[in-house]
């Protein structure tokens, strides 16, 4: 366990910053006119993690500069490698608040999964993070400050995918979410990066106005309204029908689709009539499918299971049967507890609304 910073670090940071915030904030401290232009190349195109490695800047410069202002970096605080490669950190921000950032390598390619919250309250039933309740928004520092702790420590490549599936909903965290988004598609394009959703209607129909929008991908895990708001409260805030209208009338270039993800639970939505249903219900998106077996852990509730590869397998060529693309998310970093919010979990006392009265399970380290 690690304490929380003993104080908050007030000073504003700059590495969430777009261009124009950038220059309004340093107007008062720079000396020249170009400066604000100087310091956001340092940040986003040479990508520096530390006011020191200004160089281009006087010493003084740099010095106020570290006096006045900060960069959301967050800190490591545990670290897991999986066999397979992935690594999952635990990240701790300037208030002691935990993040989990997920660092998968597959052959070539390269995804790495941030969180947008710290916490969720979206209370999944199936998720961990939703277990533990729900915590703060992360600023764009914050979102951006990820990746950059990320390539400090592992380096990263050219071209990577960038996936908002780590713990929070990010279509709760529009605010942070733009202008993290605009700053990182400075060095990846739009298409390399995904915004994974629970369903959140108007934040779907927001990122449907932006001319530079993500990918979408969709957590839908149930084929009817009875299931869905069984495992997923927010369906009852917006049923099927909302949002499978909003996934109709979201602008897509021509050849890109929509993601579904589709948590598979044993006996619950895995069998041949429900992919059916899933097709029916979709049939007017342009979709692909990824099923996501699903990942147990202790403080989930018993009756979720996962099913047998047989069984995810079966289900897979039924989609297909009925036209669908489908991929299967293998299963990475499985010996790290690589699930939404499974490591954090190790971090601190549960608190969410399906935690009163349950202690920390005794988890083997
Ligand atoms: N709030 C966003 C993104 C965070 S969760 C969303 O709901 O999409 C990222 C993905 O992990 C979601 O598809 C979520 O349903 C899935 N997930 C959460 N807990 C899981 C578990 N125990 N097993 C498998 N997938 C899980």
């Known amino acids: 366990m690690t304490a929380p910073a003993a104080a908050c670090d007030l000073r504003p940071d700059l590495l969430g910053l777009t261009r124009p915030q950038l220059d309004a904030l340093l107007a008062p401290v720079a000396d020249r006119p170009f400066r604000a232009r100087q310091i956001f190349d340092a940040l986003h195109r040479r990508r520096v993690t530390g006011f020191a490695e200004m160089t281009d800047l006087p010493a003084a410069l740099r010095e106020r500069l570290a006096r006045e202002f900060t960069l959301a970096l967050?800190?490591?605080?545990?670290?897991?490698?999986?066999?397979?490669?992935?690594?999952?950190?635990?990240?701790?921000?300037?208030?002691?608040?935990?993040?989990?950032?997920?660092?998968?390598?597959d052959g070539?390619?390269?995804?790495?999964c941030l969180?947008?919250?710290?916490?969720?309250?979206?209370?999944?039933?199936?998720?961990?993070?939703?277990f533990w309740g729900s915590g703060r928004n992360l600023t764009a520092g914050e979102i951006v400050g990820q990746?950059?702790?990320?390539?400090?420590?592992?380096?990263?490549?050219?071209?990577?995918?960038?996936?908002?599936?780590?713990?929070?909903?990010?279509?709760?965290?529009?605010?942070?979410?733009?202008?993290?988004?605009?700053?990182?598609?400075?060095?990846?394009?739009?298409?390399?990066?995904?915004?994974?959703?629970?369903?959140?209607?108007?934040?779907?129909?927001?990122?449907?106005?932006?001319?530079?929008?993500?990918?979408?991908?969709?957590?839908?895990?149930?084929?009817?309204?009875?299931?869905?708001s069984r495992i997923m409260p927010i369906n009852r805030t917006y049923p099927l029908a909302e949002l499978v209208a909003a996934l109709e009338r979201f602008p897509l270039e021509p050849r890109r689709r929509i993601t579904i993800e589709y948590l598979l639970?044993?006996?619950?939505?895995?069998?041949?009539?429900?992919?059916?249903?899933?097709?029916?219900?979709?049939?007017?998106?342009?979709?692909?499918?990824?099923?996501i077996p699903?990942?147990?852990?202790?403080?989930?509730?018993?009756?979720?299971?996962?099913?047998?590869?047989?069984?995810?397998?079966?289900?897979?060529?039924?989609?297909?049967?009925r036209g669908a693309t489908v991929t299967v998310r293998r299963q990475r970093g499985h010996d790290v507890a690589a699930a939404c919010g499974q490591l954090r979990?190790?971090?601190?006392e549960p608190r969410g609304p399906r935690a009163r009265g349950r202690t920390l399970p005794d988890r083997a380290r």
């Not at 990942?295 to 897979?316: C, I, Y």
Request: hydrophobic share 45%; charged share 25%.
């Open 74 to 105: 967050p800190a490591v605080a545990d670290r897991r490698d999986s066999g397979d490669g992935t690594v999952k950190y635990l990240l701790h921000l300037a208030d002691g608040a935990a993040i989990e950032t997920v660092d998968i390598p």
């Open 108 to 112: 070539e390619r390269r995804t790495l």
């Open 115 to 130: 969180s947008s919250q710290a916490g969720c309250g979206l209370a999944c039933a199936f998720c961990v993070t939703g």
């Open 147 to 228: 990746v950059r702790c990320l390539e400090a420590l592992a380096g990263l490549p050219e071209s990577f995918n960038l996936v908002f599936m780590g713990m929070g909903e990010p279509l709760l965290n529009l605010d942070a979410l733009t202008p993290a988004l605009e700053l990182l598609s400075l060095r990846l394009p739009r298409r390399k990066i995904t915004v994974s959703t629970a369903g959140v209607v108007p934040g779907i129909d927001a990122l449907a106005t932006w001319p530079r929008r993500p990918n979408l991908a969709v957590s839908l895990h149930a084929p009817d309204d009875e299931r869905r």
């Open 265 to 291: 639970l044993a006996g619950f939505n895995d069998a041949a009539p429900d992919a059916d249903a899933l097709v029916r219900r979709l049939a007017r998106v342009p979709v692909k499918f990824n099923l």
């Open 294 to 321: 699903f990942n147990p852990d202790p403080v989930l509730p018993d009756w979720m299971q996962r099913p047998t590869a047989d069984r995810v397998e079966a289900f897979r060529n039924r989609l297909e049967q």
């Open 345 to 348: 979990a190790f971090d601190r």
